[in-house]
């Protein structure tokens, strides 16, 4: 984290603030979707497949690789100085 707490919002868009209470960039609406679904899970894992569930009525083909790429960005937008691939 940023050296302090992230404060998300969820009602109206989704939207995340640093600990300095300055917006986090969190790029288009399917990575603020996927962001929303993990917050309403609550800290427990979500399973990929889950993700693309209920990200799309009909998966396209990529689903699997979209959504990897949607939770780097999160990660990378969320926790900078977080290593590459750290768990």
Known sequence: MHGGRIVFG?????????????PIALKGPMHRAVLGRLLVARGRTVPVNDLIDDLWVAPP????AAVRTF???LRKAIE???PARAP
Request: without cysteine; hydrophobic residues 45%.
């Open 10 to 22: 969820v009602l109206g868009p989704v939207t995340a603030e640093d600990a300095q209470r300055r």
């Open 61 to 64: 083909e990529g689903a699997l």
């Open 71 to 73: 939770v780097a960005a």
């Open 80 to 82: 900078p100085d977080r």
